[in-house]
């Protein structure tokens, strides 16, 4: 039986971390092969000259070093994030890093595996916040061609 491809749109943060140990636990424990779903975890990689913003004077010396430091996040969102993987004995997960917009990248990963699933994290921004910088589980949640589930970090009560 072809498995269902299940796309997990993952950046450097907790919350994203947070969603992808939260499908593994409920979609991939404890037997990862009797899973309906295969797995793909795909990173979006801003370019340089989106993450440093409005390029000003002297701005394409920091491009090289901007991009190396985005290069060497990529690696280290995917290096954590295999490691979850096996410590949940999933290894068959297929991983990517794309570069590009998170919200046109996770919506192109979707189309290109035929994905039946997007998961992602919800980083909980207030609305000015979510206003200013447009919320990609928002935007997934409208333009992908599939389910959307995003996977909320609980609060922590005091």
Known sequence: ME????????????????????????????????SPFKLVIVHAKPSALTAIGLAGPGSAEVLPYVDLDLRKIAARVLEKAKELC????????????????????????????????LVV???????????VLGSVSDYCAHHAHCSVMIVKKPKIKH
């Open 3 to 34: 498995k269902s491809v299940m796309v997990v749109g993952l950046d450097d943060s907790d919350h994203s971390f947070y969603a992808l140990e939260w499908t593994l636990q409920h979609f991939f424990s404890p037997s990862p092969e009797n």
């Open 86 to 117: 096996t410590a949940k004995s999933v290894n068959d997960a297929l991983f990517e890093v794309a570069d590009g917009d998170a919200r046109n990248v996770l919506c192109e990963a979707v189309e290109k595996h035929h994905a039946s699933v």
């Open 121 to 131: 994290g919800s980083h909980g921004y207030g609305a000015l916040k979510r206003a």
